[in-house]
């Protein structure tokens, strides 16, 4: 597959720009989303969030830095993450932001990504389950039920997006999103319960969705997770290359927060 990463890049932005803006009004208010679009990326902020994650910005140049600072600074966060090829290092460092991690962008046709056996049942989440799948993911990963649970459980039903879990006895136990770009198609939000790791969950959450990517036509199929450190693995991404996806480009993240004297203390 030809590395195109702005293709790469866009389909994370969009993913992201559409569970932050798309999510009902009531709980996007409640949780103070602001987004903005620049430079071909985006930059979301959502001051009523509790884990700082889902306060980012991607899928832009550093042309567009003073532009994603300057909404940062008035959105209100107290912190917000800003993803960047590591050519654009020097200028993020110039701008006094922090390095905090890399992330690894893969990538590959879904028509190729192998096949992956589970003696759990794999199937696509009903809307009237949407909530327990969301709950499931954002408690693995530490993040609190609420407003956060309908923001991801509104993706059930909405166009290009294909929530999908997996069962056990009927409980769901695993999940992941795959959200549908155009001819892309960008996996995200996989997240399995302790109780039930090192049953193939994942592997198999991967190839359901790069089936269903497949099926709607999609050429290119996306995701990212983080870089382990030296002697250290990371399970997410050896699920990802055994299922046929293959490194393109390492991104940096880069952590901005407000000066000290613009900090507001509650």
Avoid at 10 to 31: H, I, S, V
Avoid at 220 to 227: N, P, S
Wanted: hydrophobic residues 45%.
């Amino acid at each position: 597959m030809t590395i195109d990463e702005n293709g790469a890049e866009q389909a994370e932005a969009e993913f992201m720009y559409d569970y932050e803006t798309g999510m009902p009004a009531r709980a996007r208010e409640r949780l103070g989303v602001r987004a903005l679009r620049v430079g071909g990326g985006v930059a979301l902020a959502m001051v009523g969030d509790p884990t700082s994650y889902w306060s980012k910005a991607l899928g832009f140049g550093p042309e567009s830095l003073d532009e994603v600072i300057d909404f940062y600074r008035a959105s209100g966060v107290r912190q917000a993450v800003i993803q960047l090829l590591p050519r654009h290092a020097e200028a993020a460092a110039a701008r006094g932001l922090q390095r905090a991690g890399t992330w690894i962008k893969l990538g590959g046709d879904p028509a190729g990504v192998a096949a992956a056996a589970t003696d759990l049942h794999v199937a696509p989440v009903p809307v009237d389950r949407a909530a327990e799948w969301a709950d499931t993911v954002l408690g693995t990963f530490g993040m609190p039920a609420g407003d956060l649970t309908t923001m991801l459980a509104s993706t059930a039903g909405r166009p290009g997006w294909h929530p999908v879990a997996a069962f056990d006895a009927g409980r769901i136990v695993a999940g992941a999103n795959l959200f549908v770009h155009g001819t892309d198609a960008a996996l995200n939000a996989a997240a399995t319960l302790p109780s039930h790791r090192g049953r193939g969950a994942q592997s198999a959450l991967i190839a359901a969705r790069a089936a269903i990517a497949a099926e709607a036509g999609c050429r290119r199929l996306f995701a990212e997770t983080g870089k382990p450190a030296e002697g250290t693995a990371n399970p997410s991404l050896s699920n990802l290359l055994k299922a046929g996806l293959r490194p393109l480009y390492e991104r940096d993240n880069w952590l901005w927060r407000p000066p000290a004297h613009e900090m507001i203390v509650p």
